[in-house]
């Protein structure tokens, strides 16, 4: 089974559309991410979850919403997609906020034409 | 500036020799450091955590090296394999104000030629 699963594997769109990233974990961890990894293999934090309480938003466009409908699940959302979102998006859990060691799901692949 | 330099930025390698990869970082206070192996189309997966107090520590064919004094870690592969290709990323913790904050290095790129 997978620990860190996220939908879809690979996402392609034109430029002004609105999407959207589902992420759900099965290890009962308190803590979810969302991280954005760009061309140069660059992994930077978006969001941050605990028990569906955000407590970290490292300015990110608000074009991107975060949504937490319980601790097992942190879907991501972007609208008016812009070329520059253009990355693979990783989802990840950990134990307990402050727990560093992270579980990272496989990613999805956004292409914005 | 980045707070976590890896070097070399890629390098390829033998199957079977051994290579070493570089972590500096300049983060503080420092609580831990990790090294992560990130597969071809994969999430990145914790190989080894290392903690203030701790020098040395393997993973099967991977040890990892900490200096908190210089603020230098390093990943050593012995007998490389073809799937130790992958991308490693150097992770640090540091504890702020009761909320800990990881700092990402971009990664050493390995590439295992037979």
């Known amino acids: 089974d997978t620990a860190v699963s996220q939908t879809p594997k690979y996402l392609v769109t034109q430029m002004g559309n609105d999407k959207s990233i589902k992420c759900e974990q099965n290890?009962?961890?308190?803590?979810m991410y969302w991280y954005k990894q760009d061309s140069k293999k660059f992994l930077k934090i978006m969001f941050s979850y605990n028990n569906k309480e955000l407590i970290i938003n490292e300015t990110v466009p608000n074009r991107f919403s975060p949504k937490s409908p319980d601790k097992a699940h942190l879907n991501l959302h972007i609208n008016s997609l812009e070329l520059g979102d253009s990355a693979v998006y990783f989802c990840a859990s950990s134990q307990a906020r402050g727990s560093e060691k992270l579980f990272f799901g496989s990613g999805t692949q956004l292409s914005v034409l | 500036k980045n707070q976590v330099e890896q070097s070399p930025q890629s390098l390829i390698i033998l199957e079977g020799k051994n290579c070493t990869l570089q972590?500096?970082?300049?983060?503080?206070?420092?609580?831990?450091l990790r090294w992560y192996k990130q597969d071809t189309g994969r999430g990145p997966v914790s190989l080894t955590i290392m903690t203030f107090s701790e020098n040395t520590k393997s993973n099967g064919r991977y040890t990892a090296t900490l200096d908190a004094d210089t603020k230098q870690s390093s990943l050593h592969i012995t007998a490389s394999q073809l799937s130790d290709s992958a991308s490693y990323i150097c992770v640090v913790s540091s504890l702020r104000y009761g909320n800990n904050r990881l700092a990402f290095g971009k990664g050493n790129q390995v590439v295992v030629i037979p």
């Open positions: 290890l009962g961890h308190d803590t």
């Open positions: 972590c500096n970082y300049t983060v503080s206070p420092f609580s831990n």
